[in-house]
């Protein structure tokens, strides 16, 4: 299989890459800049362009058999404003048409594409499976017009949303983050804790892509959560344990309002999912609970 690979030097994209390529499959990876290549698990072969612009990169989008499309702007790269919000909506939308357009007319027959748990918005302790209605809010609108980009795929190609929770990953990613206030004796529930944080495994995020490559019955949403979700304060207590360290001091919400700005209530907000559609396709999860995933990553 011929993989045509955007978002490849971000911490899924070279993982994605990197389990391709050790199944002897052949990977285009898309980057933006020349330097790109250097962050590019060798063997994999690399153009230059932007995918929120048409350019030549789309000729060689269209020799792959698959697309995994997972370029977008980090939510976490400084405060959220006007200017800010725009650049995170157009790297993923903009960036979703550009290849969308593409396969309606000829090319690979899957897009693999990338999508979040926000799209659900803040749901308390509602389950939340890939039936369920999307949410409000910034990144539940976000996530409804970044599904809604791929649409000019459909009919051609078989189209997943890849709809990502927290992904735990040793050396990047959210958890260096989470973990820094623990490893120095301050770390603790964010408000009261009691919120839900849907997560997944490395490994499982990538077993998702590749399932979703492969399987025919992978079609429209799907949860790329591990079965277990926690509620944050169930999570600060396995990081806690994982590391050895306390994990009693909380983060008041007003603070983290006043630090993070608006994004803070995404950060708090609450999402229960599952991923009935994975288990239903028959994925068997590597790491279906937070402890033994922290394990592996933290122990």
Known sequence: MHVFLTGATGLIGRAVARALLERGEQVTALSR?????????????????????????????LRADACVHLAGEPLDRGRWNAERRRVIRESRIASTRCV??????????????????????????????????????FLAELGQEWEAAATPARGRARVVALRTGIVLARDGGALPRMTLPFRLFAGG??????FWQPWIHLADEVGLILLSLEHPGA????????????QNRD??????????????LPAPALALRMALGELASE???SQRAVPRKA?????RFRFPE??????DLLG
């Open 219 to 230: 079609d429209g949403p799907l949860n790329a959560v591990a079965p277990n979700p926690v």
């Open 33 to 61: 800049a020349p330097g790109g290549r250097g962050r590019l698990p060798p063997g994999t072969r690399a153009v230059v362009g932007d995918p929120v612009r048409p350019g030549r990169w789309q000729e060689e989008l």
């Open 290 to 295: 937070v402890t033994a995933a922290l394990r």
């Open 100 to 137: 969308a357009e593409v396969l309606g007319g000829a090319g690979p027959r899957v897009l693999v594409c990338g999508s979040a748990v926000g799209v659900y918005g803040d749901r308390g302790d509602e389950e939340l499976d890939e039936s369920a209605a999307p949410g409000s809010g």
């Open 235 to 248: 999570l600060a207590r396995a990081i806690g344990k994982a590391l050895n360290r306390p994990s009693v």
């Open 267 to 269: 950060v708090l907000a």
């Open 189 to 194: 529930p964010l408000g009261d804790g009691r």
């Open 279 to 283: 288990l239903g396709l028959g994925y």
